[in-house]
């Protein structure tokens, strides 16, 4: 008995790249829609109250819709900080341990996963797939000229 596949079966089997698919993933990239991944914020300012201070001068992914800037080693939390919309108050904070057991989630794509059991998030922190029950928790932003408080 042969184990392995005839050669027309196994063509059938591969699947192709059509013309759309290829124009499809094209447009995916080109317009960008694809985030790029979390960059280490820089110019940031932790304040006795807590708080966090964030340049958006010296923050350059956030000019951009779906940029992410990421802020680590907050009294063991990490922060992600990313741009929603073209508006000047349009972000989003997030603190970015999984809500089912702390572990610091890591970007990847358009989602947030946890390493330790593969719970799920989108971009904006809600739950795509558990364990985990609840989405990330956001975090309080407040935008002024040139800088974001976060508390």
Known sequence: MDSQPKSKDFEK?????????ALCALAVVTLGLIPKPAVAASGVKVLKNG?????LVTNRALSKVGGVVQI????GRS???IRTGKGKKAFTALDLRCTHEGEIVAQQ???????RHGATFDLAGALK???ANTGLRKLRVRVKAKKVVIS
């Open 13 to 21: 089997s591969v699947p192709t790249l059509t013309r759309r698919g």
């Open 51 to 55: 708080r966090v201070v964030l340049s």
């Open 72 to 75: 680590d080693n907050l009294n």
């Open 79 to 81: 922060i992600a900080l």
């Open 109 to 115: 794509g358009a989602l947030w996963s946890c390493p």
């Open 129 to 131: 797939i558990g364990p």
